[in-house]
């Protein structure tokens, strides 16, 4: 799941775009009774009254999964919204939940009031990692794709989150960029500390070439990965993915005398041995 949050100033503005008959707009959840973009930002600016001097009280969020991830209802979306929110801090906030149809792949808007029924202001301080934090355990508890989200931190294994751009390009398209799909599925295939050889046999199954960078005394100093068009070295996509990290990071466990054979044969096939794509 992929999350773009933005903070503004006009509730209005930020409606009237949301709420575009063209784009095939509904209202689906939240906590507010106002059906169109004057009704809610009035609701809004009754609450945003009680702090005036805030500049900006919008905190815009964009939802949305894969074009091939689990496709979810009006229902879970709404679970979804306001578990995200909860972890937020927006519990005691105002919010509408706005989903749109005018695109392939299942998006929603949510609009939240940074100033809650207290008075409060909902702080913003460390935003980017709670939301990160947020969207991991929305994706465990749902079955969503995994994604390496941008809080600002690497995490222990300096894996590496998508750039702004990649996530601007998945909340348009609705698609994992290339990077962050070898991610995930070098991540999947990591799952239950295989060995180095049932790693890589996973890999193949699920389309994923890999090979290996052998020196000529047999050392491997280094691993790639490759799906489709994509052919990016493991440390590129983040400590946890280069071969000493897969093993430090991750739990592959690796046997020269077991696995040297199996990596050898995938680097000078440089072939994925099923699914390839």
């Known amino acids: 799941m992929i ?40 609701e809004f600016g009754v609450m945003r009254e009680m702090r005036p001097s805030l500049g900006k009280a919008v905190c815009h969020v964009s939802l949305s999964v894969a074009a091939d991830d689990v496709q979810l209802d009006d229902f879970k979306w709404s679970d979804i919204a306001d578990r995200y929110m909860n972890d937020m801090g927006f ?10 149809h005018d695109t392939d792949h299942h998006h929603i808007h949510i609009v ?14 460390d935003d980017f990692r ?5 969207l991991h355990d929305i ?25 702004r751009g990649e996530v ?18 070098v991540a999947e295939a990591a799952k239950g500390q295989p060995t180095m050889s049932e790693f890589v046999s996973r890999l193949h199954r699920d389309g994923v070439g890999v090979q290996c960078h052998i020196q000529s005394t047999g050392r491997i100093s280094g691993i790639s990965f490759d799906h489709g068009d994509a052919v990016l ?28 054979g199996e990596l050898q044969a995938a680097t000078t096939g440089g072939k994925k041995k099923s699914g390839s794509v």
Request: one cysteine or more; hydrophobic letters at 30%.
């Open 3 to 42: 999350a773009k949050l933005v903070k503004g100033s006009g509730f209005r503005g930020c409606l009237n775009y949301l709420l575009d008959k063209n784009k095939s707009a509904e209202i689906i959840g939240g906590n507010m009774m106002g059906e169109s973009a004057r009704e809610l930002a009035a």
């Open 91 to 100: 519990s005691k906030s105002q919010y509408t939940l706005i989903r749109h």
């Open 112 to 125: 939240a009031n940074r100033v809650d029924t207290d008075g409060k202001t909902v702080s913003a301080q």
């Open 130 to 134: 709670r939301s990160a934090k947020s």
């Open 139 to 163: 994706e465990r508890e749902f079955g969503l794709q995994p994604v390496n989200h941008p809080d600002g931190k690497k995490d222990k294994g300096g894996a590496k989150g998508p750039s």
């Open 168 to 185: 601007q390009m998945m909340v348009r398209t609705g698609k994992l960029s290339k990077k962050a799909t070898l991610q995930a599925l």
């Open 233 to 260: 070295k493991g440390s590129s996509l983040g400590k946890s993915y280069s071969f000493n990290g897969l093993q430090k990071h991750l739990g592959v466990t690796y046997d020269e005398d077991r696995d040297f």
